[in-house]
C-alpha cells in the first residue's frame, strides 16, 4: 500500500484491523508529520483518527485496550527526531531505513509506568531517561 493508500484507508475507518500493525502506525504517523506543521498538531489529528478507527474495529476504549496517549506522542516524537536526520521520500522509506523497534519505548520508560493507566489517558514523561 502507497502513502496514499493507507492515508485515505486511515482516514475513511477501512484500514483492516491486521494491516493497523506497528509498521503502520509508524508510516501513518510519518504521513500526519508530513502534512502538519506542529507536533502537537500531528499528535492531535492522529489521536483522533486513531480512537475512530479502532471505533470502526468495533475496539472498546477500556484501561488495558485501545487508544494509547503516551505511546502516541512518543512514536511522534522518535519519528520526528529520525526524519530531521534523515529524510525520506515516503513512510515506506522510512520504515525501511529506522524500521524502530515495538520495544523502544522501554528504552525511556519503564513497562509498569508506560503501561499505567495514566501513560494510557495523558502523556507521562520517560522515567529511565
Do not use: Q
Not at 69 to 80: I, K
Not at 106 to 121: I, Q
Request: aromatic share 8%.
Amino acid at each position: 500500500m502507497n502513502d496514499e493508500e493507507l492515508w485515505r484507508a486511515f482516514h475513511e475507518r477501512t484500514l483492516s484491523e491486521k494491516a493497523w500493525n506497528h509498521r503502520a502506525h509508524l508510516r501513518v504517523a510519518w504521513m500526519f508529520l508530513e502534512r502538519y506543521e506542529s507536533l502537537d498538531e500531528a499528535h492531535l489529528r492522529m489521536r483522533v483518527g486513531i480512537i475512530r478507527l479502532n471505533m470502526a474495529h468495533g475496539l472498546e476504549e477500556t484501561p488495558e485496550r485501545g487508544y494509547h496517549e503516551t505511546l502516541t506522542r512518543v512514536w511522534l516524537m522518535l519519528v520526528l527526531e529520525h526524519r530531521a536526520i534523515d529524510r525520506t521520500a515516503d513512510s515506506a522509506a522510512f520504515i525501511e531505513r529506522h524500521l524502530l523497534d515495538k520495544d523502544t519505548p522501554l528504552r525511556l520508560y519503564s513497562r509498569e509506568r508506560l503501561m499505567s493507566l495514566e501513560a494510557r489517558s495523558v502523556f507521562v514523561p520517560p522515567d529511565l531517561l
